[in-house]
C-alpha cells in the first residue's frame, strides 16, 4: 500500500518550491537589471567605407541589452542591410562589456551589373557598395542575380573556381571563361588552363601549381587539368619557336 506523504514532507516540498521560484525570480530580474547593463561595445573587423556605419548599426542595437541577455539575431538584423557582413558574433565582458566581431565576406572575382563592376564573394554574394578591387579577374558570363546572389549556374562555377585558387595564383587569374567542354582560365603571363566544370578545385588548382614549378611545362601554351591525376601541358599549333607545328604534348606524371 502507497503511503502519503505526511505533513513534514510537504512542508519541506513547499519550502523548496518557494525557494526556486525566488532564485528564478531573482535571475530573471537580474538579467534584464540595469547592473549587468551593456554600457561598453567593443566592435572587432569592418573595414572598407561601411565600417563606421557597421559599428553606429550594432552599438545602437547593443542598447537595452545585458551581458546576461545578448540577443545575437538583434546584432545581425542590424547589419543585414550590409551585403559585406556575413556574421556577427557577440562575446559579454561581465558585468558592462560587449565584443561585437563581425565577419565580413572577401571578395574573390567580379561581375559586370547595370554597367558597374560589382565584387562577389566565394559563395556568390554580391557585395553591392564594396570597390571592386582592380586585382580581382572580372568574370565575363551571365551575372543573373536574385536576393544579392549570383543565379547563373556558370557564374557560380566561376565564382567557386576562382575561391579555390591558391592565395599565391589567384591575383595572376585575368579572367574565367565558358568552354565547350567547361571553363578556361586565363593566367597573366602564363598559359590558358582548360579547367573543365567546377568539381573537384582543389585538386586541379594543385594540379596546376605542380605543372607551373615543373621545367618539363616551360612553355606550355594550355594545361589541361580537367582529370587533376593526369594533367597534360602543351602548346597550341603555331605558338612556341616558330615552326607553326604543334608541338608534344607533355604528362608531367610521365614525362615528354
Do not use: C
Amino acid at each position: 500500500m502507497r503511503l502519503l506523504a505526511g505533513p513534514r514532507a510537504r512542508r519541506r516540498a513547499l519550502v523548496l518550491a518557494l525557494v526556486f521560484a525566488a532564485l528564478l525570480g531573482g535571475w530573471l530580474w537580474l538579467r534584464d537589471s540595469s547592473l549587468v547593463g551593456i554600457t561598453h561595445v567593443h566592435v572587432r573587423g569592418p573595414t572598407g567605407g561601411d565600417g563606421p556605419a557597421i559599428r553606429s548599426a550594432l552599438r545602437d542595437a547593443a542598447r537595452g541589452m545585458t551581458t546576461l541577455d545578448v540577443d545575437e539575431g538583434a546584432l545581425r538584423a542590424a547589419v543585414k542591410g550590409f551585403p559585406v557582413v556575413k556574421d556577427v558574433r557577440a562575446s559579454a565582458g561581465f558585468p558592462h562589456d560587449l565584443t561585437v566581431t563581425v565577419v565580413e565576406y572577401h571578395p574573390v572575382a567580379a561581375v559586370t551589373l547595370d554597367g558597374a563592376r560589382v565584387p562577389v564573394a566565394a559563395d556568390g554574394t554580391l557585395l553591392r557598395g564594396q570597390p571592386a578591387s582592380p586585382s580581382v579577374p572580372t568574370l565575363a558570363i551571365p551575372a543573373a542575380s536574385a536576393g544579392g546572389r549570383l543565379t547563373s549556374p556558370r557564374a557560380r562555377a566561376a565564382v567557386a573556381i576562382l575561391a579555390a585558387a591558391p592565395a599565391v595564383l589567384r591575383p595572376s587569374v585575368t579572367g574565367v571563361q565558358p568552354a565547350p567542354d567547361g571553363l578556361q582560365v586565363a593566367l597573366a603571363n602564363g598559359p590558358t588552363i582548360e579547367f573543365g566544370d567546377a568539381a573537384r578545385p582543389r585538386a586541379k588548382w594543385a594540379a596546376i601549381a605542380a605543372m607551373l614549378a615543373d621545367p618539363r611545362a616551360a612553355g606550355a601554351s594550355y594545361l589541361d587539368v580537367r582529370a587533376p591525376e593526369r594533367p597534360v601541358a602543351g602548346r597550341f599549333p603555331g605558338a612556341g619557336t616558330g615552326d607553326n607545328q604543334s608541338q608534344p604534348q607533355v604528362d608531367p606524371n610521365t614525362g615528354p
